[in-house]
């Protein structure tokens, strides 16, 4: 499927590819970037630009630091996913923590999420 793309936001892409924080990096290298299913990252959708995405599956990948469970970000966050929502999307929100903590559990979640999407899909 093809999303707007709000051209304006190209260079804050590329500045958010070269700049991730070190979960983005970590799931980026050594899981997502070798993975059976292709995933993209800082794919601009509409106004936003999401972590990692994966066509094929229609899937968004949203890594959250402390400052997504401060009240102002709740809600911007609750107005993305509303928003990726209405274009077919699922969104997952996986806790930074958990990318530090448990690697393999998040692995194992993601290609979970991923076959039961392309499941859905058939």
């Keep these: 499927m093809k999303y707007n793309h709000n051209k304006s936001l190209v260079g804050a892409?590329?500045?958010l590819r070269k700049n991730m924080t070190k979960e983005e990096r970590h799931l980026?290298?050594?899981?997502?970037?070798?993975y059976s299913v292709r995933f993209i990252r800082q794919k601009i959708i509409g106004n936003y630009i999401v972590d990692f995405y994966c066509a094929k599956a229609n899937l968004v990948i949203e890594?959250?630091?402390?400052?997504h469970y401060e009240e102002v970000a709740i809600n911007k966050d609750n107005?993305?996913?509303k928003y990726l929502e209405g274009q077919g999307l699922k969104v997952i929100r996986i806790p930074n923590n958990e990318v530090n903590n448990n690697f393999r559990g998040v692995c194992e979640?993601?290609?979970s999420e991923v076959r039961k999407s392309l499941s859905q899909l058939r």
Excluded: A, N, P, V
């Design 28 to 34: 980026w290298y050594d899981f997502l970037r070798g």
């Design 79 to 81: 107005e993305r996913t």
């Design 63 to 67: 890594l959250d630091g402390s400052q």
């Design 109 to 111: 979640f993601i290609d």
């Design 13 to 15: 892409g590329r500045l």
